[in-house]
């Protein structure tokens, strides 16, 4: 495949993942041989405001952290991540003897004079002399870095790969959890709107029964009657507490099934959902309507800790 079309086939597929809704907790392992090195990478994740990710990795592959890291966010965006990435050579030809010449003329010289200077043995051999530091080292060869990251590279997109299926598969399940909780929420919202014009009516009957039974016959002034009335609906009307509810909740589901990380803005948007549902119980002037105020502060609630682990 052309790089061209094999770079537009990635940036498809990248596209389509970050178009889902996927939960922050995740795991991932790949292992890739190729010849006689072979690489495991395993990666792990849970919930965090933020992209933090820590790299476990072999002292002589460290130089390729930065490389990790850079190819990680195409991937993810929010979570704390730990990444542990292991590496076998298995080839014997890796490493190589050196013999340090100008190190073992030092010991010999200094073992032979503290021989002449306390008239003992020189009993020095070849094989003690090896043993001494850093005359004998294991020395590795030179590796193409390019080839080593090459391999690296694909381990660590299998693992990427599996990681993000995790992920996508919990945040749909969130996502469906999330949507019935929202289809309650509406209901409870449309409940309270139908209780406001019966609180206003029952409230109407019981000032006109308490008018009669003070002032007997006489007549009542309808004006000031309906007048009280109104300065009633206006104290405990919830008008535009729950237009802004319903508003909400559809933007939440707009924010749902658009996909992608949206987790801060919902999380944004079930804030604006408990101020709302708070107000609505504050103006609540029957048992009926605080009832359903507390359920809906109780669902709210819900959806507030699922979207905690939304990316």
């Known amino acids: 495949m052309p790089i061209l079309e094999k770079e537009t086939a990635k940036y498809n597929v990248l596209k389509e993942r970050k178009d889902m809704i996927k939960s922050m907790t995740g795991f991932g392992r790949c ?10 990478v395993e990666m792990k994740a849970v919930n965090h405001r933020y992209f933090d990710v820590s790299i476990k990795i072999p002292k002589k592959l ?8 850079t190819f990680l966010k195409d991937y993810i965006q929010r979570g704390k991540v730990d990444v542990f990435v292991t590496y076998e050579d298995l080839t014997e030809e890796n490493v190589s003897l050196k013999y340090n010449e100008s190190l073992a003329a030092q010991y010999l010289a200094c073992y032979r004079k503290m021989a002449q200077n306390f008239g003992l043995e020189d009993d020095m051999r070849v094989s003690a002399l090896g043993r001494c530091p850093e005359v004998l080292t294991m020395e590795e060869q030179d590796v193409d870095e390019k080839e080593i990251w090459a391999e690296l590279e694909t381990a660590l997109k299998g693992a990427c790969e599996q990681f993000v299926k995790s992920r ?8 469906t959890d999330i949507f019935e909780k929202l289809d309650t929420m509406r209901e409870n919202v449309e409940a309270v709107e139908e209780r406001l014009p019966q609180i206003v009516a029952a409230y109407r009957e ?10 007997g016959d006489t007549q009542i002034e309808e004006s000031r009657l309906a007048a009280e009335v109104v300065l009633f609906a206006d104290k405990i009307c919830t008008d535009e507490e729950t237009v802004r509810l319903k508003s909400h909740i559809d933007a939440m589901r707009a ?3 658009k996909g992608g990380s949206v987790g801060r803005k919902l999380d944004f948007i079930a804030q604006e959902m408990n101020r709302e549902a708070n107000t609505i119980l504050s103006k609540a002037n029957d048992l009926q309507t605080s009832d359903l105020a507390i359920e809906l502060k109780t669902e709210i609630e819900k959806v507030r800790e699922q979207i905690q682990n939304i990316e």
């Open 62 to 69: 460290s130089f390729f952290e930065a490389a990790i890291r």
């Open 168 to 175: 996508v598969r919990e945040g749909e399940a969130l996502k």
């Open 255 to 257: 924010e749902l099934t």
């Open 31 to 40: 292992e890739y041989q190729q010849g006689d090195r072979k690489f495991t």
């Open 206 to 215: 019981r000032l006109t029964e308490k008018v009669r039974e003070l002032l």
